[in-house]
């Protein structure tokens, strides 16, 4: 059986190695928490610091190959990896370009890959050169995850929440609608691309507040979308499963805002609407099987569960039997203990070929169950 | 969160623990192998013997809930667990009868549930009383399973394959159907019946070809399996999930073959064709939660990939990216390093609404998937 690594321990983790026990693969873990959400999961884990070059060389090394389930690991070990012939899941060429967002967005303008306008800082008194730039988004480089290392700064007071450090500007977009499309790319370069997802966030907490798949985009849109996104991966030149997020504005242009070299929140909806979910398809590559089919069995809204406001401390479920009780949903727990706001515990996925009851399902499920503490 | 253990960690446990990473539950595993396929998948393992009482009571105690994943266990301790408040799925009042075919046969007599006629027999000596009673199969009391402990007896020569031991010697049915029902039972004895399965078996192995779901039968026919499969549970009076294996003849009758007290080979088209699987279904009941929607996403057919014939060492899967290259078809290896003949080694589930359709992936899969060794 091929020997196979996975750096971090979270949900991501949590769900690729429930993908796993459908096939022949001795899995291992390293994460610095050994009650985290997928270290029970794997048949060897390893307690230690992903983003130190020691600990990462010394868990990948002798493994047939290795993924990450978080872009903030220690890229010169996996560098180091992949010279020695392990096979790293995305090629570390493709994670320095997308773990900095600096990179990311030159990377993006050197290939002529449609991006809103961005300047790069790199202080708080070089940002303030830039206040004709304004209404923008100040992203840092390096380190930020989860709506953290983002701040929107509409005029010149705002400038003080911006970031010491080099960092992009990206001036505002008018944006339409939000999507995302999951894309594999197999070990010979061969693409499988998922359906679209329309993403709606929540404006406060910068996080997804529920998604739907197959997004409702015009056709022209649609197409443009999926050449972009394949443009995207093909310049990145790497193996794996990507997700690629997309602005669309009035005007039906399409501008790539992200990339996650990796499964992502926009394919949780694949474990129960499509053939082959975006985590089955992550093994599929890594254990040089042929991709699988994105096809959707069935239209999906997908609900992720917060630790609500107010709350910290061990998690409570309140509300879950009226979900558990809905005919069409799936209820996904990260088994974390502990809650605090805003942390992702678990997430909903509901199946239907009927949109006004995936949006009927979303409201409800939004409005009975929530992440609380006692 | 609640503990819950399993006894046993073949592929059911492993089965059970994939669904398990849905919920918050803290789970635990006794099995002799350390490398047996659920073994990794738990919170904490114990290497330990399911059949002896000191290593059952010692496992149980102090959990909330325990369930097997074969009926081969230690009866007394799991007994002595629920006395002192362990809940115990399935109850060993039902474990006790479903155990022994003995008791099993002499259950359905007692609640003059339909079944084949029967004599039971102590020993060969015994047997050999009934010549007027073949063709029957005589099946032994205990420790029989899949497919072992039984034997077709047609004439008095074949005497001597019988059991001395008690057994049951079952007058052979005029079979036209073999169906299965799964068959979930809860806390507060609600149930949930799943659609009915066509199994088709293979006659030297005597272990399943191929089944479907649902079952093409007769309306009445259908009426009556469900209405018998829901009074053997209700008679067994226990909490847990059953599967109901019935022979129909050509007149309409409906036979109850066997039962089940657990998760079961005939359920494991549920895992993609059902809304909740078999597996996410237990753990509905062991944590508590409303039961789930056992309609069909969408009908199923199922393959069980057996070690091959003459072929006995370290698993080889031939054939393997030709299945997982099949559009609607998701594979489930079970991860046993040793193939032997006629040993589960996993299994092939194919999604569509033609039937055609999945009579042919079912006879491609039979045609190109073979599990063998170098």
New interface residues.
């Given amino acids: ?1 091929k020997k196979i690594g996975i750096l971090g321990g979270g949900q991501l983790g ?2 690729l ?2 993908s796993a ?5 001795e ?1 291992y873990l390293m994460e610095n928490d050994a009650t985290a959400p997928a270290a ?4 060897h884990f390893t307690k230690g610091d992903i983003t130190q070059f020691d600990a990462v060389y010394a868990f990948g090394k002798g493994l047939d190959a290795i993924t990450i389930e978080i872009e903030n690991v220690n890229l010169e070990a996996l560098e180091q990896l992949a010279a020695e012939g392990v096979k790293v899941y995305p090629h570390p060429t493709a994670l320095k370009i997308i773990k900095d967002k600096v990179k990311q967005k030159l990377f993006y303008q050197t290939h002529q890959i449609p991006t809103s306008e961005f300047v790069v800082t790199e202080s708080t008194a070089d940002l303030q050169q830039h206040l004709a730039f304004l209404p923008a988004v100040h992203k840092i480089g390096n380190g930020g995850y989860d709506g953290k290392g983002v701040q929107i700064l509409k005029q010149a007071s705002d400038f003080e929440k911006g970031f010491d450090t080099p960092s992009v500007l990206e001036k505002m977009v008018d944006i339409k609608q939000e999507i995302a499309i999951i894309i594999a790319v197999g070990n010979t370069g061969q693409t499988a691309i998922y359906p679209p997802v329309d993403m709606v966030f929540d404006p406060s907490l910068n996080l997804l507040s529920y998604q739907i798949c197959p997004a409702q985009i015009p056709e022209k849109v649609f197409w443009k979308a999926e050449a972009i996104a394949i443009n995207v991966v093909k310049k990145l030149n790497s193996p794996g499963v990507f997700a690629v997020e997309m602005f669309t504005d009035v005007h039906g242009n399409v501008l790539v805002n992200e990339i996650a070299p990796r499964v992502h929140n926009s394919g949780h909806h694949t474990i129960e609407g499509n ?1 082959s979910s975006q985590f089955d398809m992550l093994w ?1 590559i890594m254990l040089d ?2 991709l ?2 994105t ?1 959707n ?2 239209p999906t809204a997908l609900v992720n569960l917060l630790g609500d406001e107010g709350y910290s401390g061990p ?1 409570q ?1 309140e509300g ?2 009226d979900v ?2 809905m ?2 949903v ?4 990260y ?1 974390k ?1 502990e809650t605090k706001p805003g942390r992702k515990m678990g997430h909903v996925t509901i ?1 239907s070929h009927e949109k006004q009851e995936l949006l009927h399902k979303v409201n409800q499920i939004k409005h009975s169950l929530f992440v609380r503490s006692a």
């Fill in positions: 059986m949590r769900m190695l429930q026990i459908n096939y022949p693969v899995t029970h999961l794997c048949h053939f599929r099987y042929p699988g089919n096809a069995i069935s998690a479920y879950l039997n558990l009780n005919d069409n799936f209820v996904h727990l088994g203990k199946m």
